[in-house]
Structure formats: structure tokens, C-alpha cells
């Protein structure tokens, strides 16, 4: 399965949640008992790992394939304004690693 393309706006010093429900090809929602995942903004796909900044994801309901991922208002306000890249990547019980989104972050300044 190829990744889904999309792009997130983050309100810096605001917290952010978004969240996504996954499918298999035909459409029917993935169950992802047993998964793991894991996500990540970074200034470029190129940039290190040390620089991946962690997203908190959530499984919400595993046999609907909803997902969410997360950052507190301290975390976004240690954002630059500029667009980062971010992903997320699931683990199925049986160590098969999937892309399922991905696209870039845009971090949007605040006045207050």
C-alpha cells in the first residue's frame, strides 16, 4: 500500500490533533490490532534522525483503522514558521512496516 498524500497546517503554540482513518486497497477499514506505529515531522527527508521531532499517535479505534497523532501547545511553539516533512508508519504483528501518510506540515505563526 502507497502512502497517502496529505498536508497539515499546525497553529504554533496551539495544541494540534488531526486524525485519519485507514483502509486496505479495497476500502474497508484496516484493523490494526497488534500494530505499532510511530510518527515524525523533520526539517527535510534528508535531515538526521536526531532532528525528527515525534508526533504522539493514538490508536482510537483499532478495528476501524482511526488513528491520530498529536503535539502539545510547547511542542508547537518550538516550531519555526517554514514546512517540514511528516510521516506516519505503521508495524503490523508480524514486523511488516507501512507508510500509510505522509506529506508536509506547514507551521503557521501566532500573535498570541
Known sequence: MA??????L???GANFD????????????LNMAGYTGEAAL???FSAPDEDKIPF????????LGHIQIA???TETNALKKRRYVY??????????????IEGLAEINPGVS
Not at 502512502?3 to 497539515?8: D, E, G, H, S
Not at 504522539?56 to 478495528?63: E, K, M, W
Open 87 to 100: 510521516d506516519i508508519l505503521l508495524n503490523s504483528p508480524n514486523d511488516y512496516k507501512t507508510r500509510v
Open 10 to 12: 499546525i497553529d504554533q
Open 42 to 44: 523533520k526539517k527535510s
Open 71 to 73: 503535539l502539545t501547545s
Open 56 to 63: 504522539s499517535l493514538s490508536f482510537l479505534d483499532r478495528t
Open 18 to 29: 488531526t486524525s485519519f482513518y485507514i483502509t486496505n486497497q479495497d476500502g474497508t477499514p
Open 3 to 8: 502512502a497517502v498524500p496529505v498536508n497539515i
